[in-house]
């Protein structure tokens, strides 16, 4: 049994979040699999990716996996990332399809009309670059990390949960937008932790030592 299983379908830059993971818990086995059966097995799932969810949620299905991360996020610590995030939710603007329906809310597009920083300019879409991150309340997960403490965002989606009780972090960009989720084993976030420094090296070691 491996200790943490990354979820490949196909989408991500799998290897980096692996290496992060390896940096911070060395003594730990990191396995990236496309197997359902490695995925039941595993103590702890990762579940990164990037690009378009149409595409990310088909690849999920051709691969078998959908029910291994279901079942996945019902029992033990579950770190999803970006898309792995979104995927998450009932359902996504992007492509109008189905998630995996594990928590109440949508995805939805950043709108054109709040588009707009602060001196008038035109804010650009997708989100890109370094943004700060608004701490809901303590968390296991954001041990050792400042509130407001900045990750590296790549995005022109984000989720949209029907509970408040669900947001564990929101960001500007226009407006202000979920980018951390948490409920139970589950902590999700829109930001990719495996490019965020040092602050995203601290949040993969607290999934590490993370016993929800």
């Not at 039941?40 to 291994?68: H, K, N, S």
């Amino acid at each position: 049994m491996s200790d943490v299983a990354i979820v490949d379908y196909g989408m991500g830059n799998l290897r980096s979040v692996a290496k992060a993971i390896e940096h911070v818990a060395p003594e730990h086995e990191v396995v990236v699999t496309s197997d359902p059966a490695v995925v039941a097995a595993a103590g702890r799932v990762v579940f990164p990716g990037q690009g378009a969810m149409p595409d990310c949620m088909r690849e999920l299905e051709l691969r078998g996996l959908r029910e291994a991360v279901r079942k996945a996020a019902a029992e033990k610590p579950f770190l999803g990332i970006c898309i792995g995030q979104q995927m998450l939710f009932e359902h996504s603007e992007e492509g109008d399809v189905p998630g995996l329906g594990i928590l109440p809310g949508r995805v939805v597009r950043f709108p054109e009309e709040k588009m707009v920083a602060a001196d008038g300019s035109r804010l650009k879409v997708p989100h890109m670059g370094w943004n700060g991150v608004s701490q809901a309340g303590p968390h296991p997960m954001w041990v050792g990390i400042p509130d407001g403490e900045r990750f590296y965002f790549v995005h022109s989606y984000f989720v949209a949960p029907d509970a408040s009780s669900l947001v564990a972090a929101e960001t500007h960009y226009g407006l202000r937008f979920t980018s951390a989720v948490a409920r139970d084993n589950i902590f999700a976030v829109q930001f990719h932790p495996e490019k965020s420094a040092q602050a995203g090296l601290r949040l993969l070691a607290n999934f590490m030592r993370w016993t929800p």
